[in-house]
């Protein structure tokens, strides 16, 4: 079992910046590639971005690239997702997750989080 909690979503302005953190526990974190899924009302889930075990290699859906930025940190057992320049549409529930490949497919993410709600404003 991995347990993960999302924190610091909030409201912020267009154009403002967000650092999301995902805490894991339980089975050993540096095992598993990490991923941020989001979710707007209305809408399905949505690949963000994911990272593997060293953070040596990282993929982003091509709405946010040049924007966020995922890391990790395997000695603090926590995954991050700095976001920058925010827009409107960037507005969801997101969430993270870990998974044994590295894959923008949900059903392939074994473990989730119980989600952070992120707001941009105009």
């Known amino acids: 079992q991995v347990q993960l909690v999302e924190s610091g979503g909030g409201l912020v302005q267009a154009g403002g910046s967000l650092r999301l953190s995902c805490a894991a526990s339980?089975?050993?974190?540096?095992?598993?590639?990490m991923g941020w899924f989001r979710q707007a009302p209305g809408k399905e889930r949505e690949f963000v971005a994911n990272?593997?075990?060293?953070?040596?290699?990282?993929n982003y859906v091509d709405s946010v690239k040049d924007r966020f930025t995922i890391s990790r940190d395997n000695a603090k057992n926590t995954m991050y997702l700095q976001m920058n320049s925010l827009k409107p549409e960037d507005t969801a529930v997101y969430y993270c997750?870990?998974?044994?490949?590295?894959?923008?497919?949900?059903?392939?993410?074994?473990?989730w989080g119980q989600g952070t709600q992120v707001t941009v404003s105009s």
């Open positions: 997750a870990t998974s044994r490949f590295q894959t923008t497919t949900a059903t392939l993410y074994s473990y």
């Open positions: 339980g089975r050993t974190f540096s095992n598993y590639v």
């Open positions: 990272i593997n075990w060293s953070g040596g290699s990282t």
